[in-house]
């Protein structure tokens, strides 16, 4: 298949030049293992210490990776995107609440979110995160197999019930979520209890999705008994496949408590990995629908393919690509450019309460071998070609 990645004219059409430079000064930083940690231990103080940074982080960081502090803001890059047909997912990236009126604010936003998004072609998906519903020790709990006091089973209850409530409304309204993946030690809660929404919503067509980090080397495995799952009660199943954001997180709480990692024992399996459970699902269309979570060339060249022989049309609405807002616009826009269905995350919400996510955006770009000096390289080509 014909590269179509080196395409920079098509990659950076939004940009405009002071944008563009903006992006190759970030990633220049980011480059920079040292100063990202210096520098996440200096915005974190200084968030915390109420000082007067955000100004600056918005102009910054936030403007690169985010889509503003509310979906009205939102809606202005999602239309500009839609023009050269990509489509957004809204994200409110506000994460581990702890408290209940924290994740009844989380859970009362993606209601107004689907509100908001319910006639809106150009916005087709939302996502939450499970510990924006839930407390993460509670997840632990249930997971670990634990006993749950009286009052923890009434607080489950309405971590079940903010789920039920959500993917009713989307299932209502034909908008499709994407619940987030995390932690190991706490993921099986979540991931039965979205399995729970699916056998329930998606009967007709894929309105709930799962994620599935594949830096697991279970992933395929559970794939597999979710797929016999759906077979005996009769529903869809979506999966949005990714690599994974917790690698060293997991590696070492398993050292520090000994256990065995869930974690791959190299990037070559994991990649593996990922190819296998996309493999796994596109032989299997006729229950899965795809949302290929990647950042990587030569993934998506190989679902490319594999939907060119098994003459799957590149707008088949089972398949969808999707990258992060901010990142591997080379990949994105080129995708839609040839036709195939292609969302970016597009993160909104409070600067402050933004700032976990984008540091995890900063540290993920230092630890991935090659994403930041690719993303560099496309710069400087596009920073040549228009002569800046």
């Not at 994740?103 to 509100?115: F, G, I």
Request: hydrophobic share 35%.
């Amino acid at each position: 298949m014909k590269g179509i990645f080196e395409d920079t004219a098509t990659a950076f059409a939004l940009k405009t030049d002071s944008e563009l430079e903006r992006a190759y000064f970030l990633f220049k930083l980011i480059a920079n293992e040292p100063l990202v940690k210096i520098g996440t231990a200096v915005t974190n103080f200084a968030i915390k210490a109420h000082l007067p940074v955000e100004r600056l982080i918005r102009a910054t960081v936030f403007d690169h990776f985010c889509g503003g502090v509310n979906e009205e803001e939102c809606l202005v890059v999602a239309d500009k995107m839609y023009g050269k047909g990509v489509s957004t997912i809204l994200d409110y990236s506000v994460e581990g609440q702890e408290v209940e009126n924290q994740l009844d604010s989380c859970y009362e936003k993606a209601l107004k979110t689907l509100d908001f998004v319910k006639q809106n072609k150009a916005i087709p998906f939302i996502v939450f995160k499970p510990t924006g519903f839930g407390r993460f020790a509670l997840y632990q709990k249930i997971t670990e197999g634990e006993e749950l006091s009286h009052e923890e089973k009434q607080e489950w209850q309405r971590v079940v019930n903010r789920y039920d409530r959500v993917c009713k409304k989307a299932h209502g309204l034909g908008v499709s979520i994407l619940i987030d993946g995390e932690e190991s030690w706490m993921q099986k809660a979540a991931d039965d209890l979205v399995q729970q929404m699916m056998r329930k919503y998606n009967q007709s067509e894929p309105i709930v999705f799962n994620t599935l980090q594949t830096y697991r080397w279970d992933r395929l495995d559970y794939l597999k008994e979710l797929h016999q799952d759906a077979k005996r009660h009769n529903y869809l199943i979506g999966i949005k496949v990714v690599r994974g954001a917790y690698m060293e997180k997991e590696n070492d709480r398993a050292e520090e408590m000994g256990y065995p990692t869930p974690i791959c024992d190299s990037k070559k399996a994991t990649d593996s990995n990922f190819d296998n459970v996309a493999t796994y699902m596109i032989n299997n269309l006729d229950t899965f629908s795809i949302f290929a979570g990647t950042h990587n060339e030569f993934s998506s060249y190989k679902l490319m393919e594999q939907m060119k022989e098994k003459n799957i049309a590149v707008n088949d609405p089972r398949i969808w690509f999707g990258q992060l807002y901010g990142m591997s616009d080379h990949i994105s826009f080129n995708l839609a450019k040839e036709g195939y269905n292609v969302a970016k995350y597009l993160p909104f919400g409070p600067v402050k309460d933004v700032m976990p996510y984008l540091i995890r955006r900063a540290e993920e770009n230092t630890s991935v071998a090659g994403q930041t000096s690719r993303e560099l390289s496309l710069l400087k080509t596009e920073r040549k070609r228009r002569k800046i």
